[in-house]
């Protein structure tokens, strides 16, 4: 089995809170809604390919949502300035889809919940008015935006997830 086989928490998010309580309790609820359909798979069937040419994968999708993460949260909110991805280059664009094949899974999984653990500290009691600036673009972007934007990354990844998981076991679900 995977090191994936603990049952992940999903808590709905509260019917009235402040905007930074809901937005911050929605894109937890996606993110424990991508752990949740990896969830007792093993490690070859995170690594399942959907449908040729493509690469997308339960495993490349992890990877993928902690580029993400580092990317939103720590390069453009707290402006550390990171070169390469963890799984991308230059050279290699797509690297968090492209090279899963001999992954360590467990590794990728725990990559993703440090970046998630840093998402969080970075974005902890700030205003969602906070204003952030993305490099090489020059533009402004709110704390408010990325936490949308997130919300949006994941929700959309986690419908590519229900179809993986889907053509693996026929577990379907929200």
């Not at 709905?12 to 809901?22: H, K, L």
């Not at 939103?72 to 090279?99: A, C, H, I, S």
């Not at 919300?151 to 229900?162: L, P, V």
């Amino acid at each position: 089995m995977s090191a994936m086989t603990v049952i992940t928490p999903r808590v709905d998010p509260p019917m009235a809170a402040d905007e930074t309580a809901m937005l911050t309790a929605w894109l937890d609820f996606h993110r424990s809604t991508l752990a949740l359909k990896c969830e007792g798979l093993t490690d070859d069937q995170l690594r399942l390919r959907s449908v040729p040419p493509s690469s997308l994968s339960l495993l490349g999708l992890v990877r993928h949502m902690a580029e993400v993460e580092r990317y939103w949260f720590r390069t453009v909110l707290l402006g550390e300035e990171l070169t390469d991805g963890l799984y991308w280059t230059k050279q290699d664009p797509d690297g968090d889809f492209d090279n899963v094949d001999t992954a360590d899974v467990a590794a990728d999984f725990a990559a993703w919940h440090a970046e998630i653990a840093a998402a969080r500290s970075a974005s902890a009691g700030l205003s969602p008015d906070t204003v952030a600036e993305r490099p090489r673009r020059g533009q402004e972007v709110t704390l408010r935006w990325i936490l949308v934007h997130m919300i949006e990354e994941y929700a959309r990844h986690n419908g590519h997830a229900d179809f993986l998981r889907e053509l693996l076991d026929g577990t379907t679900g929200e």
